[in-house]
């Protein structure tokens, strides 16, 4: 399980914290005794239908065929292990996803947080692609209560999932306002009024000049007081929102004994773009330095760092310019590779970026802006309902 038992709860055998009124020891019970295992199966012989057929990435796709009708918790035999999910109606699973019904004492929706609770990793029983067989499973040796507690548990943590898919609702519909938004004003679909001058379409690599970068790995870096912030490719394409305020996020420093000799810092208005990825969707990904708060930061590795040598546009605008549709398919026809693909600095002098008057790129960014702080409140407010959640289930079982 993720968490050791305390003594009070080994000699009790009960949960830190309960609903009032439920008082009884928690039974333990290997996972056998209250469920049966099925296996997923190929699907390709069907035919298209209602079914959704899962696999351990999600639904793939439909047929006229059930493997199973009603509650089921779904666990990955091979591949994605750690990432049970609940469903209730007809599916069918393929042969990486293993599929739990007749149940005996548990409902399906209180395992699937005792699934949750489990480092399923930690079963992993191959060398490489991580996987599980029924007998490893069935083998776990889990703590229940009643059946009236379970419902208790099982009801609440359930309205905080429910409120959890609302909120990425939420911040799905923000995202893709500013999506459209942004790649319309970029396309010169909408435009503010009062602003009638053409927009100056410039080079890349006549706009912006290019310093070098370093090639520091994650073994370099640290998340600890150090002299130097590095920002690593790794965390544009994940983690790091495309506006950097360094008042509030977050970057790796380096460790005294990897500090490079020679570094340009980056400035407020600087965009560093990573110059490679598994998907061309995400191969020359933009983010712009807004503010630095005084903190050296140095531009890293798979990146390519970039600034306005015409001092042709305002801090907070480029990071949105270069984010556009209208920038980045021109940069993914250009990239290269096969598995890996990669752009270089070159490749700037093939793409074109138009930029208005300074004042109606302040109505842009204010409007961008705006939004991206409300899809940052958001997010906030998300975490919260997880950090919630993970708080009750470390607290509410055993």
Known sequence: MTEKKTNKQLKANVPNLRFPGFESKWTETAVEDILKI?????????????VPVFGTGGQMTSVNDYLHDGETVCIGRKGTINKPFYYNGKLWTVDTLFYTHSFNNIYPKFLLYIFQRINWLQHNEA?????????????????????DEQSKIATLLSLIDDRITTQNKIIERLETLITGLRDSIFNHKIRFRGF???WEKFRGSDLLIFFPTN????ENLEYASGTILNLHYGLIHQGLPQQINLTENKLPSIKNECLPVNYELCKEGDVVFADASEDTNDVGK???????????VVSGLHTIHGRDKLNR??????????????????????AQGTKVYSISIKNFHDCFISIPEKEEQQKII?????????????KKILKAFKVQKQFLIQKMFI
């Open 38 to 50: 099925g296996s997923g199966k190929d699907y390709k012989h069907l035919k298209t239908g209602p």
């Open 127 to 147: 060398s490489g692609v991580p996987s599980l067989s029924k007998s490893t499973i069935e083998q776990i040796v889990i703590s229940i209560p009643s059946l």
């Open 196 to 198: 009638n001058q053409p």
């Open 215 to 218: 090639s520091l790995s994650w």
């Open 286 to 296: 933009v983010i712009e330095f807004i503010d630095c708060n005084e903190k050296l």
């Open 313 to 334: 546009s305002i801090v907070g605008f480029k990071g949105y310019a270069f984010a556009a549709k209208s920038f980045r398919n021109q940069m993914r026809s250009l």
């Open 366 to 378: 204010k409007i961008l802006t705006n939004i991206s702080h409300q899809i940052a409140d958001e």
